[in-house]
Each structure stands twice: as structure tokens, then as C-alpha cells.
DNA sequence: CCTACCGATCGGTAGG
DNA sequence: CCTACCGATCGGTAGG
């Protein structure tokens, strides 16, 4: 918990956050040095430990905050209004958005998923594991309603959110390999995507209520 | 293309393969030093170099031979046996096999996709994306043709391709988050994911054959 | 296949 | 916020 000084030290741990977050992405936890985050500030590697007391307390902290927003800008599925159908592609059209918006955030997850080495990796894995079983604790409770509503196919809300999870997966997976593009071209087919999904997952023909 | 001596260095050779991809997997390209690939066969350091001139050219034809391992082992789906919906279903079974039987292969690949820096990245990156445009290729092929055979919904080849590689990239990522498990829960669900995509992009009710 | 070694860079500290 | 420095390790080479 390092403390507050002033507005100006502030900022500079702001900047210095998002210098490491976009080295972190580009070259991996190994591969992003203090030395090079420094440069990117114009300071010189030490300065930098006024901030942070190691480089795997910032590379936690980056993680906890990238989770923490990503969460906040995709909003929950289940408090939208209209159908379940509608509420959850506000839900997917909010992800994709902070994604795209924030790379850095999803690289940073990717990385935690497997290429942080040692002790620390494997804290970094568990939460991330962590926050991603709970996600998915919340997608069933949201498919579990969506059924009872008529608007989903019979299978179990496990096996809804698990194809949830595996559709939204897949599609930030594009995104993934568009880094560079600045009109990342599967956004233009997005909503295709997205109508056969809904297709695969919505209620058979009959409805049941 | 280094040359071949005698059968027990061919077989060294072998062993530093799997060692390097276990490391470069597990702790990233910069994170997987010579010398831990070395103590992983018994070796020291320079001894390696007998084998490859380079960690940058072992990291590039690891890469290379897990592509051609993976094309190979999940096979054409344009060249199976049977209805379309069936050829599709068998290929995504090797696939998943493939990724669960050698998880240093995709590992590599999601390494290769954002966290190699440099000149260096850049062309291990374009290499990657040049064989997933290929296969993106294939795809849009075989359901050019499933939809001829009215198979499949009438959305264009390009937008069933994409769906199918956001579903694989979908189910491949819960293999990412599996490692470490022994028996990957998502396998039990795997058939139910498939039955909730195919009925996504199988034809609407009425046939127009 | 080894020992010995190269210059460069790593995360982090001392001290101001 | 800096200079100066620590021991450790990096990819790679020389020479045998």
C-alpha cells in the first residue's frame, strides 16, 4: 500500500502503471524490465522502487486493477434490463469494447494463465483462476434465470455458461491475434457471430412457459 | 538444418526438443534461460549449441514442428468420412486430443502470438498468423461446400469459418486454463458444447435441397 | 561433450 | 529523484 504525497507523485505512478502494463504485453513478465519501464518514464530504474517494492508487487497490483476494470466495464449480464437475450449482448458488446479498448488488460491475463515461473506464478494463477470461477459462478446464476424465463434451451446452466464462457473466449481470442490492426475486421462480423450463438443456445421451437 | 551424426545425437536432439518446449511453455520465451534447458537433459549450456546455432533459431522450429504436429494430428476436415456435421465433429475431437496430449504445442503458439519482442517476434509473429489465415482458408471451404449440401445455414463460408474458430479458440482456451488438471473438466461437457454450436450453424428447418 | 570466459543486463539496495 | 554498485544470470564464443 504505498502512500499518497502529492497530485504530482500520483500521476507519475499512474504513468509508470501504464508503461509497465504495455511492456508486461508486449514481451512477457521475463521479458519487461525495470530498466526498460523506467525508460519509457524517462527515469531511471531505481525511481521506480519509490512506487513499487518489486517488480512482482506491480505486476499483481496491474493484474488485480486490469480484472477489477475489465469487471466493471462489462457490467453484469444479469442487472441489464430487457430480455435475457438482450442483456446479454449488451454484456458481450461491453466486453469486446473494454477489450479492445484495454489490450494491455487482456494480455496481462493471458500471461498469468501459464507464464509466470515459480512461487509467484502460481499465486498469480490461482487468482486468476479464481476470478474466472466466479465469473462463471455468476453466468449460471444468469442462465439459470434466463431459463426459467423460456428464453434457453434445456441443457444445465453449467453447460450454458461453459458455452458462454468458450463463445466469449473464442471471441477475444480474434482480438488477440488482431493487436496491430486498428479496425480489427472480425468486429464487422461480430453481430453474425453473435445471432449463431444465440441460435445454438436459444429455447427449441415450443416454449414451455 | 542442422546435421544429422549418429543415431544416440539424434536422439539428444529429441530430448532437447521436449526439454525447450516444456520451458519455453512453462516461463515464456526470455524466461526460459539455455542453462535450465541444459540441467533439463544433464548438459551444460554450450553443449547445446552443438544442436542449434541459436535460441531464437530452437524457439522458431519448435514452433514450426508443433504447427505441423497439429495440422497433421486433428487432420481435413474436408477429407473425412460421412455427413458434414460429422466430419466436423471428428476433427474437433483429434484437435482437442492433439492440445490435451501435447499442451506444450499450444502453449508455444500462444507465446508466439504476442510475447517474443522485437525484430525477432515480429517475424515468429507473421508466421503464426500466416498459418492461422491458411487454415481460416480451408475452413471457409469445407463450408462452402456443407452449405451446398445444405447443411449448414446460409450465412456466408466466411462468417461460418470465423464461428468455428471462435468456438475451437473457445474450447482450447479451457484447455489453457486446464493445465495442471489431470482430467480437464470441460472434456465431460465437450460433446453438449458441440451439440449447442452445431445447432448455432445447422441449416434452419426447412430443407432447400 | 566440457571448462573458462565474454560483455550485457537482470532485480534490487545504499546512500544521498 | 539520482549515481554507484551488488551478486546473479543472460545468450553466446573460444578452444579443446
Chains 1, 2 share one sequence.
Not at 504485453?25 to 522502487?49: C, D, F, N, Q
Not at 471471441?171 to 441460435?199: K, N, S
Request: negative net charge; charged residues 25%; glycine residues 8%.
Amino acid at each position: 500500500m504505498p502512500e499518497l504525497t502529492d497530485a504530482e507523485s500520483v500521476s507519475t505512478r499512474d504513468r509508470l502503471r501504464a508503461a509497465a502494463a504495455e511492456l508486461f504485453a508486449e514481451r512477457g513478465y521475463v521479458g519487461a524490465s525495470m530498466t526498460g519501464i523506467a525508460k519509457m518514464l524517462g527515469l531511471r530504474k531505481p525511481s521506480l522502487y519509490n512506487y513499487y517494492p518489486s517488480k512482482e508487487e506491480l505486476f499483481l497490483e496491474l493484474l488485480e486493477r486490469s480484472l477489477a476494470a475489465w469487471s466493471e466495464a462489462s457490467g453484469s449480464a444479469v442487472e441489464e434490463t430487457g430480455s435475457y437475450q438482450e442483456r446479454l449482448r449488451t454484456h458481450l458488446g461491453k466486453t469486446v469494447d473494454f477489450a479492445a479498448g484495454n489490450p494491455h488488460a487482456m494480455a496481462l491475463c493471458r500471461l498469468a494463465v501459464a507464464q509466470v515461473a515459480g512461487e509467484f506464478g502460481d499465486r498469480v494463477q490461482a487468482h486468476l483462476l479464481e476470478e474466472r470461477v466466479d465469473y462463471q459462478r455468476e453466468m449460471e446464476a444468469f442462465f439459470a434465470q434466463a431459463q426459467d424465463a423460456g428464453e434457453v434451451a434445456t441443457e444445465t446452466p453449467e453447460v450454458l455458461a461453459l458455452a458462454w464462457l468458450t463463445f466469449l473466449d473464442g471471441v477475444l481470442t480474434h482480438q488477440l491475434f488482431a493487436v496491430g490492426e486498428r479496425r480489427p475486421y472480425f468486429l464487422d462480423h461480430l453481430d453474425e457471430l453473435w445471432r449463431l450463438f444465440w441460435r445454438g443456445i436459444a429455447a427449441h421451437g415450443e416454449s414451455d412457459v
